[in-house]
Structures are given as structure tokens and as C-alpha cells.
């Protein structure tokens, strides 16, 4: 029997969506976005915390505005808030939305982190197992402070991951294959693997390639996705700003909805228990809504 929260077997076996989608419209309409993905069927709407709004709030509008999907952090920074305040926000945002909320937490990046936060990012992993292990001891004398809740990672070398197998509820990949994905399955045995997936669907090659090109310029640029896709066989020549051609396929898939429906039954036969997919569309101040509702299609497939 699963001892899994609610909220992530609700998300076994489903497909969701990754977006900044959200952060496109005035913030007053911004759950007008999830509301319409959870009209389409997805079990899932993860969204990022970087340069724009932060990630607590966000969610708590999202889950406002729908009724039924999980609303997850994919990924609140572990340096924008003490641990005190992230347990504390994840279970009064849980106990308030009927357990449909999940709390994925990252180190971010040394950009991000020295640079804009003003922290130092000599230790990330040790600094997440030490923030996971203050939230397992922050106290809480609300009446939601004894109820569980679902916490998972972001990890990508072997180090996190066993963070996220022993700390954590499991881990979400973002930027991984599915060879990654089997990695992780195996690090995490039975806990939660849910992989974020990038998407170009339909469009010519070279557009395809603008797009995937455009989405990498600013990972190609960040250690920790470097270093990743080191241990999966790239090497120098494909973190080229915005990617080799070589990268681009391996991380970005192209193609109609069978094409994505493919890519997602490979994670799935790696060991992923939940796929969110990222549509990188021709527009970045509007969520892609026509994508979106087509790719619903394969969402019972």
C-alpha cells in the first residue's frame, strides 16, 4: 500500500502542465490560467519562482480559481524564505485547498541565489538537507500544523536524489531525459519521480530549433544543468549558448501529439510517475492556450 500524500497519487499516472503562464496576464486574472488548464483535464499545474511573482502567492491564486487539480511549486527557492515559513505556508495553503497542493523546493542557481538574493551558494545540497530537516521541526500551533503534506525536490545529480529519496516525498526533474529519469527511479525507489518536459509542437525544424535554441540560452549558461547533462554523455561543445542541435533533441521534444505522447511513455517506462509538459510557444507574454488544447488529447491516451 502506498504511503504516498494524496496529492501525489492523485498525480500518478497523469500528465500536467509546467508554465509562466500565469505570470503573463495582470495577477487579478492570473488564475483565469489555471482554471482553464484544469477544464482541459490536466492534473497539474507546476510553477516556477525566478524574477517573477513569488511562489506561495501564486499558488494560493491558482488554487482559488479551480477545484480540483493540484497545484504544485516547481520550484519555490529555498533562499527566498526561512524553513519556518515554507513548512508553515505549505500546510495552511494544503489544509485550505482540500490537500491538492504540492510543495516542490529547489536550490536554485548561483545567479539567482548571490546575485539577486544576496546569499552564498557554497553548499547547495547541504543546504537543502539542512532546510528539510528545519521543516520537519518547525513548529506550528495553527490547527493545520499536524497534517501532512507533500514536499519533493528538485535533483538532478546523485547527491540530491538521495536528498529526495530520504527527506523528502520525492524529487521533480526539470531539463532531464529519460535516462535521467531512470537514474532518479532507481535513486528514489519507491518515492515520487515527476519530470518536467519541454515541448514544440508541430512547426518547421528551424522553428523548432529558434525556439529550443531560445529556451536553453539561459540553462546552457547554469552549472548544475551543465554538470547534469555532463553525466548523461554531453560535453563542451553542446553548451554552446542556447544549445547544440544534439542538446536541442535530446531535451526539447518536436513534433505532433503523438510525438509528445511517445516522449512521455518513454519517462514513463524509465520510472516516472508524473510528466509535466512545458510548451514553448512563438509567444512569451501569453500562455498558450491552442497548445495546450491540443495536447489535451493525449491526456487519456
Same mark, same amino acid.
Given at each position: 500500500?502506498?504511503?504516498?500524500?494524496?496529492?501525489?497519487? $492523485?498525480?500518478?499516472?497523469?500528465?500536467?502542465?509546467?508554465?509562466?503562464?500565469?505570470?503573463?496576464?495582470?495577477?487579478?486574472?492570473?488564475?483565469?490560467?489555471?482554471?482553464?488548464?484544469?477544464?482541459?483535464?490536466?492534473?497539474?499545474?507546476?510553477?516556477?519562482?525566478?524574477?517573477?511573482?513569488?511562489?506561495? $502567492?501564486?499558488?494560493?491564486?491558482?488554487?482559488?480559481?479551480?477545484?480540483?487539480?493540484?497545484?504544485?511549486?516547481?520550484?519555490?527557492?529555498?533562499?527566498?524564505?526561512?524553513?519556518?515559513?515554507?513548512?508553515?505556508?505549505? *500546510?495552511?495553503?494544503?489544509?485550505?485547498?482540500?490537500?491538492?497542493?504540492?510543495?516542490?523546493?529547489?536550490?536554485?542557481?548561483?545567479?539567482?541565489?548571490?546575485?539577486?538574493?544576496?546569499?552564498?551558494?557554497?553548499?547547495?545540497?547541504?543546504?537543502?538537507?539542512?532546510?528539510?530537516?528545519? &521543516?520537519?521541526?518547525?513548529? &506550528?500551533?495553527?490547527?493545520?500544523?499536524?497534517?501532512?503534506?507533500?514536499?519533493?525536490?528538485?535533483?538532478?545529480?546523485?547527491?540530491?536524489?538521495?536528498?529526495?529519496?530520504?527527506?523528502?516525498?520525492?524529487?521533480?526533474?526539470?531539463?532531464?531525459?529519460?535516462?535521467?529519469?531512470?537514474?532518479?527511479?532507481?535513486?528514489?525507489?519507491?518515492?515520487?519521480?515527476?519530470?518536467?518536459?519541454?515541448?514544440?509542437?508541430?512547426?518547421?525544424?528551424?522553428?523548432?530549433?529558434?525556439?529550443?535554441?531560445?529556451?536553453?540560452?539561459?540553462?546552457?549558461?547554469?552549472?548544475?544543468? *551543465?554538470?547534469?547533462?555532463?553525466?548523461?554523455?554531453?560535453?563542451?561543445?553542446?553548451?554552446?549558448?542556447?544549445?547544440?542541435?544534439?542538446?536541442?533533441?535530446?531535451?526539447?521534444?518536436?513534433?505532433?501529439?503523438?510525438?509528445?505522447?511517445?516522449?512521455?511513455?518513454?519517462?514513463?517506462?524509465?520510472?516516472?510517475?508524473?510528466?509535466?509538459?512545458?510548451?514553448?510557444?512563438?509567444?512569451?507574454?501569453?500562455?498558450?492556450?491552442?497548445?495546450?488544447?491540443?495536447?489535451?488529447?493525449?491526456?487519456?491516451?
Amino acid at each position: 500500500m502506498s504511503t504516498w500524500p494524496s496529492s501525489l497519487e $492523485t498525480l500518478r499516472d497523469t500528465v500536467g502542465v509546467w508554465t509562466f503562464g500565469h505570470e503573463t496576464v495582470p495577477a487579478e486574472r492570473s488564475g483565469d490560467v489555471a482554471a482553464e488548464l484544469e477544464s482541459l483535464g490536466y492534473s497539474a499545474m507546476w510553477l516556477p519562482e525566478a524574477w517573477g511573482r513569488e511562489a506561495f $502567492t501564486s499558488a494560493g491564486l491558482m488554487l482559488r480559481s479551480t477545484s480540483s487539480m493540484i497545484i504544485a511549486t516547481g520550484i519555490a527557492n529555498i533562499w527566498a524564505r526561512d524553513a519556518v515559513a515554507a513548512s508553515n505556508a505549505a *500546510k495552511t495553503l494544503n489544509a485550505a485547498y482540500s490537500n491538492r497542493f504540492v510543495l516542490g523546493l529547489g536550490v536554485s542557481h548561483r545567479p539567482l541565489v548571490e546575485r539577486l538574493r544576496g546569499h552564498d551558494y557554497a553548499s547547495p545540497v547541504t543546504a537543502m538537507r539542512e532546510y528539510l530537516t528545519a &521543516m520537519d521541526a518547525a513548529p &506550528m500551533l495553527a490547527p493545520e500544523g499536524e497534517l501532512r503534506y507533500a514536499r519533493v525536490i528538485a535533483a538532478l545529480g546523485p547527491k540530491m536524489l538521495d536528498v529526495g529519496a530520504t527527506l523528502a516525498d520525492g524529487v521533480h526533474p526539470y531539463l532531464v531525459t529519460p535516462e535521467h529519469t531512470a537514474r532518479a527511479r532507481a535513486a528514489l525507489g519507491d518515492k515520487f519521480v515527476g519530470v518536467e518536459q519541454a515541448v514544440v509542437l508541430g512547426q518547421s525544424r528551424e522553428e523548432y530549433l529558434n525556439r529550443a535554441h531560445a529556451h536553453l540560452g539561459i540553462y546552457t549558461g547554469l552549472d548544475n544543468y *551543465k554538470n547534469s547533462w555532463r553525466r548523461l554523455g554531453f560535453g563542451d561543445e553542446d553548451f554552446v549558448r542556447g544549445g547544440s542541435e544534439r542538446l536541442c533533441d535530446a531535451l526539447v521534444v518536436h513534433g505532433d501529439e503523438s510525438a509528445v505522447l511517445k516522449r512521455v511513455n518513454e519517462h514513463r517506462a524509465a520510472g516516472a510517475d508524473h510528466v509535466c509538459l512545458q510548451v514553448l510557444s512563438d509567444e512569451t507574454n501569453a500562455p498558450p492556450y491552442d497548445e495546450w488544447r491540443r495536447l489535451g488529447s493525449i491526456l487519456t491516451a
